[in-house]
């Protein structure tokens, strides 16, 4: 029984561990690219103000690479 309290014990850590080690990957990966996704832009073609994404809703315009 004891056993397996220590075995619960190392895998909760370990789910922990890996998850800080996932998002700080996440997180190394590309900040950049996930801000952008995230900042209102204003579609180029309709003037329509996107508050989320890379794709104007109201015309289907991708945001412009800046
Ligand atoms: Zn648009």
């Given at each position: ?29 590309n900040?950049i690219e ?33």
């Open positions: 029984m004891q056993y397996l309290f220590w075995f619960i014990i190392a895998g909760f850590f370990a789910l922990i561990a890996g998850t800080f080690y996932w998002s700080s990957l996440r997180r190394g990966g900040p996930l801000e952008k996704d995230l900042e209102e832009w204003i579609c180029p073609t309709c003037g329509f103000q996107v508050q989320m994404g890379t794709e104007c809703i109201y015309c289907g315009e991708k945001k412009p690479a800046d």
